[in-house]
């Protein structure tokens, strides 16, 4: 029972602090606001695979 319960605070633990990154990198992303600064983003996206940068892809298809 105890394996349990700390692998459920584990994995809450987890999904708490992959929440709070998402949402400081989305800040950052949105700190990305003049064409000038998307224009310097997109370029710096475009030096990557699809998948690493899926995740910012898809906070920048939410803003």
Known sequence: METTTRR???????????RRARRQLAREIGAYR?????????LILGRHTEEEIAEIDAILRHT
Not at 8 to 18: E, F, L, M, N, Y
Not at 34 to 42: I, N
């Open 34 to 42: 003049t064409p000038a600064e998307r224009l310097e983003l997109d």
């Open 8 to 18: 459920v605070r584990t994995a809450i633990s987890g999904h708490i602090q992959a």
